[in-house]
């Protein structure tokens, strides 16, 4: 090769290594490529204790060693929480004998109304291994704070209130960490396959 040739490939190639990292910093600065960061992964869940549908404590240390997956709503929800507790035990229908060895929590954000007694009643339609959990108003300010959950109380005129919340669904580790927010619009048995990576 003559100088020149080799001159010429030097300049290309440093071209391109230099379109490369240009490249790689436009993917980085965008995000694209990467999965989208909601929050650091650990800052989400940690310990709680709340009081189960039986009227027995139930804390994160009681669901160690299976995949859990983290609900709040409450009794009352016209539609949001009915739908969301009814995915959720088509989800755990699917996952058949496996099921056993995963958990689903639904943390009651009105535990004004939903006492143990009615948690218990309405979750009696629903898959088995679904936990209706509630706290006092601390017990529920600090998993809801843990979770970064949101959820409000609004006055309705006839002098009645319902509850404002966020409907995500948490997928938590075998060992209680956050791993991400479990989707339900698609077919159960997806879901259902993708709780399964985590047993
Ligand atoms: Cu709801």
Same mark, same amino acid.
């Given at each position: ?16 290594a ?16 990467? &999965?989208?960061?909601?929050? /650091? ?5 940690? #310990?709680? =204790?709340? $009081?189960?549908?039986?009227? *027995? ?8 060693g299976?995949?859990f997956?983290v ?12 739908t ?14 496996? &099921?056993?060895?995963?958990? /689903? ?5 009105? #535990?004004? =109304?939903? $006492?143990?007694?009615?948690? *218990? ?5 629903f898959?088995?291994r ?7 108003a601390?017990?529920l ?9 949101y ?16 409907a ?8 209680g ?17 993708d709780l399964?990576?985590?047993?």
């Amino acid at each position: 090769m003559n100088p020149r040739a080799i001159r010429l490939l030097l300049v290309l190639s440093a071209f391109l290594a230099g379109l490369v990292l240009c490249f790689t910093v436009v993917l980085l600065v965008t995000g694209r490529g990467a &999965a989208p960061i909601i929050a /650091a992964p650990s800052a989400i869940g940690g #310990p709680f =204790r709340l $009081t189960d549908q039986n009227g *027995k404590t139930i804390t994160d240390r009681d669901l160690r060693g299976r995949p859990f997956l983290v609900f709040f709503g409450f009794t009352h929800c016209p539609e949001i929480c009915p739908t969301a507790l009814f995915d959720i035990s088509e989800i755990f229908n699917k996952l058949g004998p496996d &099921a056993e060895k995963a958990n /689903a929590l639904f943390i009651t954000v009105d #535990p004004e =109304r939903d $006492t143990p007694e009615k948690l *218990k009643e309405y979750l009696s339609s629903f898959n088995p291994r679904l936990i209706g959990a509630a706290g006092d108003a601390e017990q529920l300010a600090a998993v809801a704070k843990g979770y970064r959950a949101y959820y409000k109380k609004v006055p309705l005129k006839d002098g009645d209130y319902t509850m404002d919340h966020m409907a995500t669904v948490y997928l938590m580790d075998k060992n209680g960490a956050f791993v991400a927010p479990f989707s339900l619009k698609r077919r159960p048995e997806d879901a259902a396959a993708d709780l399964r990576k985590y047993l």
